[in-house]
Nanobody, 110 residues
Framework: QLAESGGGLVQVGESLKLSCASSGTIFSEDAYAWWRQAPGKQREWLGT???????VYAESVKGRVIISRDNSEKRVFLEMNNLKPEDTAIYYC??????WGQGTQVTVSL
């Protein structure tokens, strides 16, 4: 199972770091991805981190997002900088076998 945390209400221009904790036994051997879904929109892929800790980012967020992982803690992180109102969404992590977390809400206010 996956569980996201770290969401909340932030102001434009601020930064936020989300965490995704895995309860799986073999964490280091899988890639993990971050997605988000804004109100009324389709779910959007933000990036993936490989088993070698190499991140790949969507063009829409490249330069404002950093994805990292800590295998010892079985966690994947999504750090977002210079947040904008359009970043308001529910943020999800996805693991192997198409397992999704429950999501964490991020709201960016003016």
């Amino acid at each position: 199972q996956l569980a996201e945390s770290g969401g909340g209400l932030v102001q434009v221009g601020e930064s936020l770091k989300l965490s995704c904790a895995s309860s799986g036994t073999i964490f280091s051997e899988d890639a993990y991805a971050w997605w988000r879904q804004a109100p009324g929109k389709q779910r959007e892929w933000l990036g993936t981190i490989t088993i070698h800790s190499t991140p790949v980012y969507a063009e829409s967020v490249k330069g404002r997002v950093i994805i990292s992982r800590d295998n010892s803690e079985k966690r994947v992180f999504l750090e977002m900088n210079n947040l904008k109102p359009e970043d308001t969404a529910i943020y999800y992590c996805r693991g192997p076998n198409n397992v999704w977390g429950q999501g964490t809400q991020v709201t960016v206010s003016l």
